[in-house]
């Protein structure tokens, strides 16, 4: 994957597609209060376990907002996930998801929901649901690497490497994938 970021600049948003910014005006308690905020689709996300590699399957990708905050941040490491756009189960959009960035093709009835929670509960508070899902080469199809002009590259993350990987503060990652790992040792490791 090319990494090299070019001509990289903020505007004002006034078409958007995906969010919504808005400015919210309540009263609590008997104040007048006013928030910024972004409406914003919900999302699932799904840790996948290689059982033949033994190691977690993560993606990899450029987040322009990460790199905005923090220019030496120009990938993250990420849980395989999507945002909840179109009228399928959460399960089907997870299959869906899998198969676009990662190339597996993992069957409806092997797709465990763990939880859901919120994310970014300052900004747009959407909901994300969190999946598991067992893989092995029986199940790859093609490549992966996302659809259309995404560029997604793809880690097998050992598990004996987890906890290294976890602190590893060099590395931008999302708070789902690290409560994922906590959840798969608490649930699915001695499995």
């Not at 030496?72 to 849980?79: I, Q």
Request: charged share 30%.
């Amino acid at each position: 994957m090319n990494n090299k970021i070019e001509e990289f600049k903020t505007a004002d948003l006034e078409d958007t597609k995906f969010v919504h910014p808005v400015k919210i005006s309540y009263i609590q308690n008997g104040i007048s209060k006013n928030w910024e905020a972004v409406k914003s689709f919900d999302s699932v996300a799904v840790l996948l376990f290689h059982e033949e590699k033994n190691a977690f399957l993560l993606v990899k990708q450029f987040r322009p907002p990460v790199y905005l905050n923090d220019n030496s941040k120009v990938c993250t490491y990420e849980l395989c996930a999507g945002i909840v756009d179109k009228e399928k189960s959460l399960e089907k959009i997870v299959q869906e998801e899998i198969d676009e960035e990662c190339g597996y093709e993992v069957p409806l009835n092997c797709i465990e929901k763990i939880t859901s929670f919120y994310t970014n509960v300052g900004v747009s508070g959407g909901c994300q649901t969190l999946y598991y899902a067992k893989i092995d080469e029986s199940m790859r199809k093609h490549k992966g690497g996302g659809i259309n002009d995404e560029e997604i590259e793809l880690l097998y993350l050992p598990l004996e490497d987890y906890k290294e990987f976890m602190f590893d503060e060099s590395k931008a990652k999302t708070p789902g994938l690290l409560f994922s790992f906590l959840w798969f040792l608490e649930n699915k490791k001695s499995q």
